[in-house]
Nanobody, 121 residues
Framework: VQLQASGGGLVQAGGSLRLSCAAS????????MGWFRQAPGKDREFVAA????????RYADSVKGRFTISRDKSKNTVYLQMNSLKPEDTAVYYC???????????????WGQGTQVTVSS
């Protein structure tokens, strides 16, 4: 499966962005889709994940209450609504899919190309 992420850009602190990630094939109900991010010089870190079938979600503590992950089954697309953005949210954001409802990068088998999010202070 191929993943195409979009929606990144430059925004001021306190602003909002919505990222999208479209899958080239149908995601099975047992699947999971997640978002990770990687800032320059830092490791890739978990942001959020959603179960495709049941829609339960999980978030990193650093984004809880500010980011919302959702999905549209009819479009095979997952979204990440990011509100109250902070400069420390600046990173390349990657979407990924797999079968483990986890927060480790190796829980996910397929990755998108990444989209840059830059938050200015």
């Amino acid at each position: 499966v191929q993943l195409q992420a979009s929606g990144g850009g430059l925004v001021q602190a306190g602003g909002s962005l919505r990222l999208s990630c479209a899958a080239s094939k149908r995601i099975f109900s047992s699947g999971v889709m997640g978002w990770f991010r990687q800032a320059p010089g830092k490791d890739r870190e978990f942001v959020a994940a959603i179960r495709w079938g049941g829609s339960s979600t999980r978030y990193a503590d650093s984004v809880k209450g500010r980011f919302t992950i959702s999905r549209d089954k009819s479009k095979n697309t997952v979204y990440l609504q990011m509100n109250s953005l902070k400069p420390e949210d600046t990173a390349v954001y990657y979407c990924a899919t797999g079968w483990q409802y986890g927060s480790s990068w190796n829980d996910y088998a397929y990755w998108g190309q990444g989209t840059q999010v830059t938050v200015s202070s």
